[in-house]
Structures are given as C-alpha cells and as structure tokens.
C-alpha cells in the first residue's frame, strides 16, 4: 500500500507537475529537474504562444482542483501566480 503525501508534499508534487506540463504543451522537451538547480532567467529561454498560455492555465486550473481541492477561485489565483513567477514568454505577443 502506498503511503499518503502530506498537503505539502501535493503542493510540491503540483510544482514540478505543472511546470512539466507547461513544457509539454508548449512543445519543448524540458523537464522540472533540468531546470529546478538554475538560478538564472531560466523562463526566457522558450517560448510559448498565447493559445498555449491559455491551454497550460486551463489545465492548471483543473489539476489543482483535483489535486490540492481547491476552489475554482483558488486555482485560478494559483495559476496567475505561476504564470508571473514561472510562465515562459509569449512568442506570439504584440505590443
């Protein structure tokens, strides 16, 4: 029987899982731990378009509220937090 994650054992299970899928979807094969000992702007070197912004936060959004139960509120808060602090830059962006 495998033993349960605490609540702070989700929550950095859910770092490295989300980080791993934003570079799944934006097509880049990266992972977590090729970047997790960097302490540069590690973020600035890929990009993703905007559509595959959209589509990480989505799948963000639903990974948290299955993983950590939090609210749909919560989660989308959360998600903003990753997009600023670990979000790649935007190949598709106009100013």
Do not use: P
């Not at 989300?18 to 302490?39: L, P, S």
């Amino acid at each position: 029987m495998e033993k349960r994650l605490s609540r702070e054992q989700k929550k950095e299970q859910a770092v490295v899982d989300i980080i791993n899928q934003m570079f799944v979807i934006a097509g880049h094969e990266v992972t977590f731990n090729d970047i997790k000992d960097r302490k540069d702007n590690w973020f600035m070197e890929w990009t993703m378009t905007i559509a595959q912004a959209e589509e990480w936060k989505q799948w963000g959004i639903a990974y948290l509220r299955k993983n950590l139960r939090t609210n749909k509120v919560t989660a989308e808060k959360n998600m903003m937090w990753f997009c600023m602090q670990w979000g790649l830059k935007y190949s598709d962006y106009k100013i």
